[in-house]
């Protein structure tokens, strides 16, 4: 071979090699890279998410409680916005310089060419105006999306709110990706699949100009979006919205149950807030100030906090005591002023003594409860206090005292109940007794439950011995929703027999006893005062209640913070609830007033003025907050 051919054969080579390196990089362009595709697609294709309506939120009685708003999200693809006004485009849609140039930089550094969130939630008056000039910014676009809006400012605890999935989530539900809502906490929380819907997507041709000029191949590969589905609740909303009437510049809670389904009627929880707060582009100012208020607004008493059970715990323990064989109806013990054999202690009101078990109720004897406890936890034939107190424990659980009850609402609490472990480290291995802890015969001591099993238990009791697990959903889209969870009758474990001694000592509280100033004429409400005493200040008012006596229709716990005897203000405004709800009028007007404008804080306090409401767009240490309860802390009953 010449060394002409072989240096000809070289450049042959040569260029061979560089036609099948661009061969290659074209093949890589063409077929394998989709990025000048995709950048191509863009100028020309638009994929617009369209985002489902969330579904409405309706009362037992078919009122509309939360429905949709229209607004508007500002997309933008980086790449494309060139060459356009930034001032002109800030002052459309109220925003700063520094805020576009940090909007802009944070959405390129997702992608240069895929869109992302720019501006949320454009009122419609703004989304008007920059409709007509978004031909003058190329790069950008807007999609329809929808808030939440609040007909009456009412129930903003029970419902919830939404706001914008976070990182982990996206990274575990692949059904979300940045920019979506969800339910963070209520019923929205709780129902958030069966609300959101499915989203849908269409493709649109646009110009060069970034104005649209119809679907992409007749909407080939459009997807439709799927609405989502209704919610009816179990509560009344104008029950709902007269409780919260009645707790207004208070601390506390009401929750009322319909005890033959375990319907919640109504879950107050004061102070409240106007649920449009946490609605729009104020969502996050509007967050900040309500989670630094002192009453702490945004805590849920209702089914976070603890209290004392007090009253409520003595027809426990009347129950509970009579079906173990330890106490009757005719059983009488003294009182003086307090319990006798540890000198007075629980103390006690004057009242006539000694009494029988109904009187004891009616009187609510505090020395009579000691008595009953001793009976309980002293009974031989569990051998030892160990023995005995582990069956109280399992007895009052039966209660849903200590356990958490299984509803759909996020968040609800157990409550507290002491243990033998607790005992042992406190008073030492063998070093208690009866005597010992003999508040917790009077729900005082270590004992805290939450107003909705304050509720439940009246319900239970109502029932003469059984209860459903307390829910607040009805019906899901067009279909009555009963999971079966709901219809299990949860037990007692106290036979029927029992129950009329103690239900007629209540009826007896209401007509003749410490709630007398509170019954209402041709109802009869069955109903226990307390006044639990608070190690922080002045004592708690407690009421709980059913009515009528026969075939209840509702039951009810009032607790209202710092205000004192039970009767004073936790059994008015339960009685008022009652009435309300039963006759759909109010016979006290005079009552009503009162408890309307009463204002009862904590002394030295007063309620901060909450934001208001403003825009046009907008219509695990957990934070609880519970009261801490002392070991000799007593129920003072009045």
Known sequence: MSASSGRQNVIIFIFLSVGLVYLMRLFFLQVLDNSYKNSADNNVIRIITDYPSRGLIYDRKGRLLVYNEPVYDLMIIPKQARNLDTLELCGLIGITKE??????????????????????????????????????????????????????????HLFGYIGEVDSATTRKNPYYKEGDYIGKSGVELSYEEALRGKRG?????????????????????????????????????????????????????????????????????????????????????????????????????????????????????????????????????????????????????????????????????????????????????????????????????????????????????????????????????????????????IGQGELGITPLQNANILAAVANRGWFYTPHVVKEIGSRHYLPEQFKVKHSLGIDAQYFPVV??????????????????????????TGTAQNPHGKDHSVFVAFAPKDNPKIAIAVTVENAGWGGTWAAPIATLMIEEYLRDSISRPDLDKRMREGVILPEGAQFRPQPKDTSKQQPKTSPVTAVKVRREAVLKEH
């Not at 790069?139 to 999306?145: D, L, T």
Request: proline share 7%; hydrophobic share 35%; glycine share 8%.
């Open 99 to 156: 805020d576009y140039i940090a909007k802009f930089q944070k959405a390129r550094a997702y992608s240069p060419v895929k869109p992302s969130l720019f501006e949320k939630q454009l009122s419609v008056e703004t989304y008007a105006t920059l409709q007509e000039k978004l031909y003058k910014f190329p790069g950008f676009f807007v999609e329809p999306r929808t808030l939440r809006k609040y007909p009456k400012p009412v129930a903003a």
């Open 201 to 441: 997507s269409h493709r649109v041709m646009v110009d060069v100009f970034n104005r649209e000029k119809g679907k992409f191949q007749n909407g080939r590969f459009d997807t439709v979006a799927v609405a989502g589905e209704n919610l009816t609740l179990t509560i009344d909303a104008k029950l709902q919205e007269y409780g919260e009437q009645l707790l207004a510049n208070k601390v506390g809670s009401v929750v009322a149950i319909e005890p033959a389904t375990g319907e919640i009627l109504c879950m107050v929880s004061s102070p409240a807030y106007d649920p449009n707060l946490l609605v729009g582009r104020s969502r996050t100012k509007n967050y900040g100030r309500l989670l630094v208020d002192p009453f702490k607004p945004l805590f849920n008493r209702s089914q976070m906090a603890l209290y004392p059970p007090g009253s409520t715990f003595k027809l426990v323990m009347a129950l509970l005591a009579q079906q173990d064989g330890v106490l009757f109806p005719t059983t009488r013990y003294p009182c003086a002023h307090g319990y006798p054999p540890m000198g007075g202690k629980p103390k006690c009101h004057p009242h006539a003594s000694p009494l029988d078990l109904q009187w004891s109720i009616t009187q609510s004897c505090n020395s009579y409860y000691s008595y009953v406890f001793r009976s309980v936890i002293d009974n031989r034939k569990f051998g030892n206090t160990e023995a005995a107190f582990t069956h109280w424990r399992e007895a009052i659980a039966k209660f849903g005292i200590g356990v958490k009850l299984d509803s759909d609402l996020p968040s609800v609490l157990r409550g507290s109940v002491p243990t033998i472990a607790y005992y042992d480290k406190y008073f030492g291995k063998g070093s208690w007794k009866s005597s010992t802890i003999i508040s917790l015969g």
């Open 503 to 528: 239900i007629d000592g209540m009826e007896n509280v209401v007509e003749a006893g410490t709630a007398a100033a509170s019954k209402v004429k041709g109802i009869s409400i069955c109903g226990k």
